[in-house]
């Protein structure tokens, strides 16, 4: 009998089935991601790059509550800077992410844009740009 619940059922299972030398073991570290120091050292020096982004960020995120232009500045060069470390630096820890390529793109195109868009804040933008002025019109009009 090769009903439902028969040897046909998972059949399919044999067929596509992984060979052995393709299989997955284990994922690989990104590349730089290993310790900025030896493992004797205190964990805050081996993953320095790391805790400079979290504490620019934060430090940041505070300044907002007085000023928000100021603060969210702060955060946009934060990313830059951590876009300009993943991209330089041989080992950055905890801050690799993803591929090298992919984590400065990510990094300097948050950083960029948070940027760029505080700049053009309102009331009294530090920065305009009159075609996304008319983009803006268009859209919302």
């Not at 596509?16 to 050292?41: I, L, M």
């Amino acid at each position: 009998m090769t009903g439902v619940g028969g040897d046909q059922g998972i059949g399919w299972l044999r067929r596509w089935r992984v060979p052995e030398k393709y299989r997955t073991r284990d994922t690989a570290r990104p590349e730089g991601g290993q310790r900025t120091a030896p493992g004797s050292a205190p964990a805050p020096i081996r993953q320095w790059p790391l805790l400079a982004v979290l504490g620019g960020t934060l430090l940041g995120l505070l300044v907002t509550l007085g000023d928000f232009r100021i603060g969210l500045l702060i955060v946009g060069c934060t990313l830059l800077a951590a876009a300009g470390m993943r991209g330089w630096l041989p080992a950055v820890g905890m801050l690799a992410v993803r591929s090298r390529f992919t984590d400065v793109l990510t990094y300097g195109v948050a950083g960029a844009l948070i940027t760029l868009l505080t700049l053009m804040a309102e009331p009294g933008p530090w920065l305009e740009m009159p075609f996304l002025n008319d983009v803006l019109r268009f859209s919302a009009g």
